[in-house]
């Protein structure tokens, strides 16, 4: 953070904003926020309670989903996992299908 301290705003900003190729509203002045240490931080004791700790409202999933273990084999694990990210989210797709054509679930959650 010492660093911060001999930053020269009009240099760093004019780098910038020739790597943007257009002058960028606001940058000089984010930049002095973040030279003078007061840039996002949080400043009363009001501030710091409102905030709290954890995740922030309104960030969880009106359905929440439940972590159990499955026994799969090697090689049907393999090719999810190499199908990419998401392969879980993908995985619980698929074992929903059946289940809202036979009318067993809602067709969308």
């Known amino acids: 953070m010492n660093s911060l301290k001999t ?7 004019a780098a910038i904003e020739a790597d ?4 960028l509203p606001g940058l000089r002045a984010s930049l002095a ?3 003078a240490g007061s840039f996002a931080q ?4 009001e501030e710091i309670v409102s905030r709290g700790r954890g995740r922030p409202a ?8 439940e972590a159990v273990k499955i026994r799969l084999d090697a090689d049907v694990l393999a090719a ?8 879980q989210t993908r995985i619980n797709d698929t074992l929903r ?3 809202a054509l ?3 679930l809602p067709r969308d959650p």
Do not use: Y
């Not at 943007?20 to 002058?23: E, H, R, Y």
């Not at 999810?80 to 392969?87: C, E, F, K, N």
């Open 42 to 45: 949080i400043h009363t004791p």
């Open 102 to 104: 036979s009318g067993k």
């Open 97 to 99: 299908a059946p289940l």
């Open 58 to 65: 309104g960030s969880k999933q009106a359905i929440t989903k």
């Open 20 to 23: 943007a190729g257009q002058t």
């Open 80 to 87: 999810l996992r190499a199908s990419g990210d998401g392969w």
């Open 7 to 13: 930053l020269n705003v009009e240099k760093i900003a």
């Open 33 to 35: 926020e973040a030279k």
